[in-house]
C-alpha cells in the first residue's frame, strides 16, 4: 500500500494556499444546468473525484453507469436520472452500495418511479424503469443524509405540479439543504421553506454563467493546522466568506483555539492569536458534520477535553468516521469514546509516538487530511493511501508541503 512521511510542519515561510473550487457547489450547479433548457459556463468547477465522476455520467449516453464512491454524486445522479426517459442501471463502488438509499427511492417512487434491483432491495446496482413523474406531498426521512432532500428539491420544478416535502424531523446537515435553495433561486427557481416542509413548485431553471466558490469544508484542516502551531501562518487565496457554505462557521469556531482570518482583497490571512485554549469545548455538529474530525483532532492536539455531539451520519460516510476517529486517535495516546452521536476526546496526542504510528486513512478523504494536521506537532508522521484526497481535494498533500 502506497503511504506518505509528511515532514514536521514548521512555518518558517508565509505561503500561498490554493483551496479546491467547492465540490458541494458544484455538484448541485451541474444537476441544475442540466435541467435547464440552455446551457451555461460554470467557472472554477470542482476538479474532486465526485465531480468529475458527475459531470461525466450526466453526459454519458450509456445504459450501465458507475457512480464511483461518492455518496452525493449517486444520490443526485439517481434523481437526475428519474427525471429522463431512460432505462439506465445504476452503481458504485463495494462501500457505496452499502449506503443508505431507502428514503430517496421510497420518494422517487411515490412520485412515480420504477425500480428493478440487482441484490438487496433498496441498495446499488439498480435500474431505473422510465416513468412520467407526477409531483404531491411527499414524507422525507430527514435524519439520515440531507443529500436525499437536496436531491429532491433539485429536481421538483421540473416535476409537474412540483412538490413538498415533509420532513418528519429537523433535518441533519440543514446547511447544505440551505446551499441547495440559495443555488436554485439563483437561478430563478423559487423555494419555501414553512415550518416542517419545503415548498417547491413546477417552473424552469433559468441559465446564467455561475463561478464556484473556494470549499469551505476544505479549509477547515488549514485553520487547523495554524491553531497546533502557533508559529504558522498562511494565506487562503481567492477565498471569501460567502454566505453559499455553512462550514463558513469555522471561522467563529476557530477563535476558541486562536486563530483568526484578516480579508486581504481576495485572500484570508489565517494567524494564531496566542490566547489561552478553553479547558473544555462542547459543539453540536448536527449542521456540520464535515467539521467533527479537523476538530476532534485539534482538540487532541492541544489537549483540550472536547465533547462533539450530533454525529449521527458519520458512520453512514466514506466510513464509520466515529470508529475512525477513536482508532487512530487512540494510536497516539488520546482517549476517545463514542456514541451513535457523540465523540468525547480526552487527553493529549503524545508527540513520541508520532514517529513509529502509522496513521490509516479508511478509503476517506477528510481522515486522511485530517491526520496530516498532527504534522504541526513538529514531528513527522506516515499515513497510508494518501490519494484518497482525490476524493476532495487532489492537491492537498502538494500544498501541505509549503509548511514544511
Same mark, same amino acid.
Not at 484570508?268 to 478553553?278: A, G, Q, T
Not at 487532541?300 to 454525529?311: F, H, K, P, R, T
Not at 476526546?345 to 509516538?353: L, Y
Given at each position: 500500500?502506497?503511504?506518505?512521511?509528511?515532514?514536521?510542519?514548521?512555518?518558517?515561510?508565509?505561503?500561498?494556499?490554493?483551496?479546491?473550487?467547492?465540490?458541494?457547489?458544484?455538484?448541485?450547479?451541474?444537476?441544475?444546468?442540466? !435541467?435547464?433548457?440552455?446551457?451555461?459556463?460554470?467557472?472554477? !468547477?470542482?476538479?474532486?473525484d465526485d465531480t468529475s465522476v458527475l459531470a461525466s455520467i450526466i453526459n454519458d449516453s450509456s445504459d450501465d453507469v458507475f457512480c464511483g464512491a461518492g455518496g452525493t454524486t449517486l444520490r443526485f445522479f439517481l434523481a437526475l436520472s428519474a427525471t429522463k426517459n431512460k432505462s439506465v442501471k445504476i452503481s458504485g463502488t463495494d462501500r457505496l452500495n452499502k449506503r443508505p438509499l431507502k428514503p430517496l427511492l421510497d420518494a422517487l417512487t411515490d412520485l412515480g418511479v420504477q425500480f428493478e434491483y440487482y441484490g438487496k432491495p433498496y441498495f446499488p446496482p439498480l435500474k431505473i424503469v422510465p416513468a412520467k413523474l407526477v409531483g404531491r406531498e411527499l414524507m422525507i426521512k430527514a435524519d439520515v443524509s440531507s443529500q436525499f432532500i437536496s436531491a429532491l428539491m433539485l429536481i421538483a420544478p421540473t416535476i409537474e405540479n412540483g412538490v413538498v416535502l415533509h420532513l418528519d424531523k429537523p433535518p441533519v446537515s440543514f446547511s447544505y439543504i440551505q446551499m441547495t435553495a440559495a443555488l436554485m433561486e439563483h437561478f430563478n427557481v423559487k423555494v419555501i421553506f414553512s415550518e416542517d416542509k419545503i415548498i417547491v413548485p413546477s417552473q424552469k431553471y433559468i441559465a446564467k454563467p455561475f463561478t464556484v466558490p473556494a470549499d469551505w469544508s476544505n479549509a477547515a484542516y488549514w485553520f487547523g493546522v495554524v491553531a497546533i502551531n502557533p508559529s504558522v501562518e498562511i494565506i487562503l487565496k481567492n477565498t471569501s466568506a460567502d454566505n453559499l457554505q455553512g462550514d463558513v462557521i469555522l471561522l467563529d469556531w476557530m477563535k476558541l483555539f486562536g486563530v483568526n482570518a484578516e480579508v486581504i482583497g481576495n485572500d !484570508?490571512?489565517?494567524?494564531?492569536?496566542?490566547?489561552?485554549?478553553?479547558s473544555f469545548l462542547h459543539l453540536n455538529l448536527m449542521n456540520h458534520p464535515d467539521?467533527?474530525?479537523?476538530?476532534a483532532v485539534v482538540s487532541?492536539?492541544?489537549?483540550?477535553?472536547?465533547?462533539?455531539?450530533?454525529?449521527s451520519t458519520l458512520k453512514l460516510k466514506e466510513t464509520d468516521r466515529l470508529t475512525a476517529v477513536k482508532t487512530e486517535l487512540e494510536k497516539a495516546g488520546v482517549?476517545?469514546?463514542?456514541?451513535?452521536?457523540?465523540?468525547?476526546?480526552?487527553?493529549?496526542?503524545?508527540?513520541?509516538?508520532?514517529?513509529?504510528?502509522?496513521?490509516?486513512?479508511?478509503?476517506?478523504?477528510?481522515?486522511?487530511?485530517?491526520l496530516a494536521m498532527l504534522a504541526a506537532l513538529n514531528k513527522s508522521i506516515t499515513i497510508n493511501d494518501p490519494d484518497v484526497v482525490n476524493k476532495s481535494y487532489p492537491g492537498f498533500f502538494d500544498e501541505l508541503m509549503k509548511l514544511k
Open positions: 500500500m502506497k503511504s506518505i512521511v509528511i515532514p514536521a510542519l514548521t512555518g518558517n515561510s508565509v505561503p500561498d494556499i490554493f483551496l479546491p473550487s467547492s465540490k458541494s457547489v458544484s455538484n448541485r450547479v451541474l444537476v441544475i444546468r442540466a !435541467l435547464c433548457d440552455d446551457d451555461f459556463q460554470i467557472n472554477h !468547477l470542482s476538479t474532486a !484570508l490571512r489565517v494567524y494564531n492569536e496566542h490566547i489561552d485554549y478553553p467539521l467533527a474530525q479537523p476538530l487532541a492536539a492541544l489537549g483540550i477535553d472536547c465533547m462533539l455531539e450530533g454525529l482517549s476517545v469514546d463514542i456514541t451513535d452521536d457523540s465523540m468525547h476526546v480526552t487527553g493529549k496526542i503524545n508527540r513520541d509516538f508520532l514517529s513509529s504510528v502509522v496513521f490509516e486513512t479508511y478509503d476517506d478523504h477528510r481522515m486522511a487530511m485530517s
